[in-house]
């Protein structure tokens, strides 16, 4: 509660600034509009803008369970046979060198312009962060652990169930929080270069027509989705290692 009020708070310092600016120095609503129209343009089209919203959101969700999902497969690769770690490291480095402008136009033309493409867009983007902040936990793991875990004779599938994975949750962790904060540019990248609906379809006519408004409007929606998607992965992290949240408070 103290931290949602701190942000209540800050953000009502932000828009009160902004108005007052705009206001002052009479800032033209297609340069820069104020709070006031912006808000008036979430309320005078709500049902346009949340069912785009709501396509941005299902690709990005879906892009964040997959994207999670074959980093962590990735990274377990990688620790368990190094001949494919090998392999596998300098394609992930390559997914990550590769401009996602560049990339999203081939995705368009290889798989249309439903959610597919902006789907493999936002996995391309989640899956790097997820899958190098695990196979660093599982690298990390503590020498001393392993040594007594190979004395006791235990397998290879329970010294990674029982010694390396706890060990390696909480880089898990801060992976999925990393992946949550850039999820929606893979999303809305692909919306950009080939879309229908989505809010990234929403900015691009937005800006065509000088509706700053309305790209406006878009991108706080952008953003509010962002700070959930961020909520829900911390709260799902903290589970997941419940002794690093304990020792946090």
Do not use: C, H
């Amino acid at each position: 509660m103290t931290r949602l009020l701190r942000a209540v708070v800050i953000a009502a310092l932000i828009l009160g600034v902004w108005q007052a600016l705009v206001t002052a120095f009479a800032v033209p609503g297609y340069i820069l509009p104020p709070p006031t129209r912006i808000a008036a343009q979430l309320m005078a089209q709500p049902e346009f803008l949340a069912r785009n919203a709501a396509v941005t959101a299902i690709e990005i969700v879906i892009g964040l369970i997959v994207g999670a999902g074959l980093g962590v497969a990735t990274a377990l690769a990688a620790s368990l046979f190094p001949a494919a770690g090998r392999v596998l490291l300098p394609v992930m480095v390559a997914s990550q060198a590769l401009p996602v402008f560049a990339i999203a136009p081939l995705l368009v033309i290889w798989l249309g312009f439903g959610l597919a493409s902006k789907i493999v867009m936002a996995t391309l983007i989640i899956f790097f962060p997820v899958a190098s902040a695990f196979l660093d936990g599982l690298r990390r793991t503590d020498p001393g652990l392993l040594d007594l875990a190979a004395i006791s004779g235990a397998s290879r599938f329970d010294t990674l169930r029982l010694i390396r994975l706890p060990s390696a949750l909480p880089g898990l962790a801060s992976g999925l929080r990393v992946a949550a904060a850039v999820a929606p540019i893979g999303a809305v990248v692909g919306e950009w270069v080939g879309a229908s609906a989505g809010l990234g379809f929403v900015m691009l006519q937005a800006n065509a027509r000088m509706q700053t408004d309305m790209l406006f409007a878009a991108l706080f929606l952008l953003g509010l989705m962002a700070l959930l998607i961020r909520a829900l992965v911390d709260a799902l992290a903290r589970r997941m290692v419940p002794w690093i949240a304990e020792s946090e408070t």
